[in-house]
C-alpha cells in the first residue's frame, strides 16, 4: 500500500461505508451515496479493502481523505480500514447522532440527509463533540 500521507495525497475524498442489514447500515450507505450524487466523494468499497486488493488499498491510501461512516457503535467500517492500514481522516457512525439502529425504514431520506449534513460540516473543518481529528496529519 502506499505511504503517502493524507495531505499530500491525490487530493481524491473517497467515502467507506457501512451495508449492515440493520435500518441504521442501510442509511450509512444511502448517506455515502448522496455524498457522491452531491459530488462531494466519491463512493469507494470497503469489501475491496476487506479483501486486501493491492491497487484498491494503493487508491484508498493516496486519497486526500477518506470518509468513513458506520450504521452502529460496532463501528466495523472504520475498523477495517484501521485493520489494513488505511487511515481514517472523518468518521460518522449514524447511532452517533441520535438514529436508532433497528429493522425498519421509518424515516430514510430525513436521516440520510442528516448524516450527510455532518460529513459536509466535518470536510469543511468542523467536527462533532466527539470527533477526532479530521486529518491523519495531525
Request: hydrophobic share 40%; glycine share 12%; with cysteine.
Amino acid at each position: 500500500m502506499s505511504s503517502t500521507p493524507c495531505c499530500g495525497g491525490n487530493g481524491e475524498t473517497l467515502v467507506f461505508t457501512c451495508a449492515g442489514a440493520a435500518y441504521a447500515g442501510q442509511l450509512a450507505n444511502h448517506a455515502g451515496i448522496d455524498l457522491m450524487k452531491a459530488g462531494k466523494a466519491k463512493l469507494f468499497c470497503v469489501a475491496a479493502l476487506a479483501a486486501e486488493l493491492p491497487e484498491k488499498l494503493d487508491r484508498a491510501g493516496s486519497a486526500g481523505k477518506r470518509i468513513a461512516i458506520d450504521g452502529c457503535d460496532d463501528h466495523c467500517c472504520r475498523k477495517i480500514m484501521e485493520k489494513v492500514g488505511v487511515p481514517v481522516d472523518i468518521h460518522v457512525a449514524v447511532t452517533d447522532l441520535g438514529i436508532e439502529k433497528q429493522p425498519a425504514e421509518p424515516h430514510m431520506l430525513v436521516h440520510a440527509r442528516r448524516v450527510v449534513e455532518e460529513v459536509e460540516n466535518r470536510l469543511q473543518g468542523g467536527a462533532s463533540p466527539s470527533a477526532g481529528p479530521t486529518c491523519c496529519c495531525g
